[in-house]
């Protein structure tokens, strides 16, 4: 298995409030991404990361933002966290962005939004 | 930009029979297609990928998938299917949009197997 962890694997909060998830891979891949899976709607991407630093947005990135200041860590952050991001978010990473390179998830968080 | 369709939400199928979970996507220019699996409360895992030549492609857990260029699809097989098949299985593609390999994924078929 991919050396991925997400944390937390579950958080319950409050509206308005900041949450941010972490994401940590021991793979030294280059790409990593952010997905919520919600039902009905599959995998939605959020984020993704093609290097330190080097962010773009994903088709529903609106109320979120990212940062990678290592090459291992991805954050995910809700900066006042809304009922409509209740979702399970998945982290995914890809040793290079081209044509060939699959991708390898970690086990999810389970978000409920209050 | 590119969109992938999963023709069933959901497959009910009864141990032992044969399955096919249907997948088609809309790109004129070229694709490189993928199927993962995800186990209940999983993260996904990667069943097979159509990269270039045959277009008969195997996996693991003895599913295989056929690319068919002029139907733009690519549809998921098994001959027999175990109860441990019971998954969400998802298709994906991705193309040169952009520069960007960034991948699309269907909305999801869930396939029951009965007993």
């Known amino acids: 298995d991919a050396g991925i962890t997400q944390s937390p694997r579950h958080k319950v909060t409050e509206t308005g409030t900041p949450v941010t998830l972490r994401c940590h891979q021991t793979?030294?891949?280059?790409?990593m991404y952010w997905y919520r899976q919600d039902p009905g709607h599959g995998l939605r991407l959020i984020h993704y990361?093609?290097?330190?630093?080097?962010?773009d947005k994903g088709e529903v990135s609106d109320g979120y933002s990212v940062s990678r200041s290592k090459t291992e860590d991805f954050l995910l952050t809700l900066e006042s966290a809304t009922s409509s991001q209740t979702s399970v978010y998945f982290c995914?990473?890809?040793?290079?962005?081209?044509?060939?390179?699959?991708?390898?998830f970690g086990p999810g968080t389970r978000l409920t939004v209050l | 930009a590119q969109s992938v369709t999963q023709l069933d939400s959901q497959v009910p199928v009864f141990e032992e029979a044969p399955v096919e979970l249907r997948c088609n996507y809309s790109?004129?220019?070229?694709?490189?297609l993928f199927w993962y699996v995800q186990y209940p409360n999983q993260g996904l895992q990667l069943l097979l990928k159509?990269?270039?030549?045959?277009?008969l492609v195997k996996g693991i857990n003895g599913f295989e998938a056929e690319f068919n260029k002029s139907q733009t699809s690519f549809h998921l097989r098994k001959p027999s299917v175990h109860i441990s098949d019971t998954a969400e299985y998802f298709c994906?593609?991705?193309?040169?949009?952009?520069?960007?390999?960034?991948?699309?994924f269907g909305r999801g078929t869930s396939l029951i197997v009965h007993p």
């Open positions: 995914a990473i890809s040793e290079k962005g081209g044509e060939y390179n699959e991708q390898f």
């Open positions: 793979e030294n891949h280059r790409y």
């Open positions: 990361s093609y290097g330190v630093k080097d962010t």
């Open positions: 790109s004129s220019v070229s694709v490189y």
């Open positions: 159509y990269l270039s030549g045959s277009t």
């Open positions: 994906a593609v991705k193309t040169p949009a952009g520069g960007s390999y960034i991948p699309t």
